[in-house]
């Protein structure tokens, strides 16, 4: 069973830094796209950051393009969501997930594990 374990996730100042990380077990990494996704309290969840298997293709949502990196390790099953120049728009718990898919997507119902997501909070 595919298990996912975030971590990296804290208190941080508006336009400081954060590197997120997710750990991936029980399965063949490189055969699954990775995502980060984000809910913030009484919002929906919403699309972060995407990286196909291969680390070839690459999504990002038009609020973090810029200011965060999405990338991968696969000879240590993790995926990695480097954030700078944070804002506390922000915050939200974040949350990586993996999908066995053809085309790299956005929606959330696409992907088919998810870990238990590491708070971030930015203050003003």
């Known amino acids: 069973q595919v298990q996912l374990v975030e971590s990296g996730g804290g208190l941080v100042q508006a336009g400081g830094s954060l590197r997120l990380s997710c750990t991936f077990s029980?399965?063949?990494?490189?055969?699954?796209?990775m995502g980060w996704f984000r809910q913030a309290p009484g919002k929906e969840r919403d699309f972060v950051a995407a990286?196909?298997?291969?680390?070839?293709?690459?999504y990002y949502a038009d609020s973090v393009k810029g200011r965060f990196t999405i990338s991968r390790d696969n000879a240590k099953n993790t995926v990695y969501l480097q954030m700078n120049s944070l804002k506390p728009e922000d915050t939200a718990v974040y949350y990586c997930?993996?999908?066995?898919?053809?085309?790299?997507?956005?929606?959330?119902?696409?992907?088919?594990?998810w870990g238990q997501g590491t708070q971030v909070t930015v203050s003003s």
């Open positions: 029980g399965g063949t990494f490189s055969s699954y796209a």
């Open positions: 990286i196909s298997w291969s680390g070839s293709s690459i």
């Open positions: 997930a993996a999908g066995a898919m053809l085309r790299l997507a956005r929606k959330g119902d696409e992907y088919d594990y």
